[in-house]
């Protein structure tokens, strides 16, 4: 192996972590009710699809329904969630994921709710940022 080969693994690998920690970050930012931080996870051109509420495109139409309907829906049920099991794709200064997602569920017994992350990401001024965030839950969606 080649010292190139070499350096470009290392990056690889330095960059699927930081992808990781980005996610985990988001996550804690959401939990925590930190929506300022967890909207700095976002590129410009972030475009969300989060559940049954549609796609929201841009930072400042994500920024808005993250403040208004995202915080008060933590503030609310103060539910803990995280993601497990990443799948990353690596395609340069672009990536693509999917995540499983569990949600702790305050209904009566305490249950999960299972769904699935799926993510791309894009490196802006060297750091990594969401670049779409489509969250799918329930999941599987079961047909009849």
């Known amino acids: 192996m080649t ?3 070499l350096e470009k693994r290392v990056r690889a690998l330095e960059d699927l972590e930081q992808i990781k920690t980005l996610h985990r970050e988001y996550l804690m930012y959401i939990q925590n009710l ?5 909207l700095d996870c976002f590129s410009e051109n972030v475009v969300t699809d ?3 509420y549609g796609v929201k495109k841009g930072k400042k139409e994500v920024s808005k329904f993250f403040k208004e309907v995202i915080r008060e829906n933590v503030f609310v049920s103060r539910d803990g969630h995280f993601t497990v099991q990443p799948v990353i794709t690596l395609e340069g200064d672009k990536a693509k994921a999917h995540w ?7 209904q009566g017994e305490r249950r999960f709710v299972q769904g699935r992350y799926d993510c791309e990401y894009v490196r802006e001024n060297g750091k990594w940022k969401f670049n779409l965030v ?3 839950r329930p999941w599987p969606v079961f047909f009849k």
Do not use: G, N, S
Not at 34 to 38: G, H, I, V
């Open 3 to 5: 010292l190139e080969e």
């Open 100 to 106: 499983m997602f569990y949600r702790l569920v305050p």
């Open 34 to 38: 930190e929506m300022d931080k967890a």
């Open 50 to 52: 989060i559940a049954q």
């Open 134 to 136: 489509k969250l799918t």
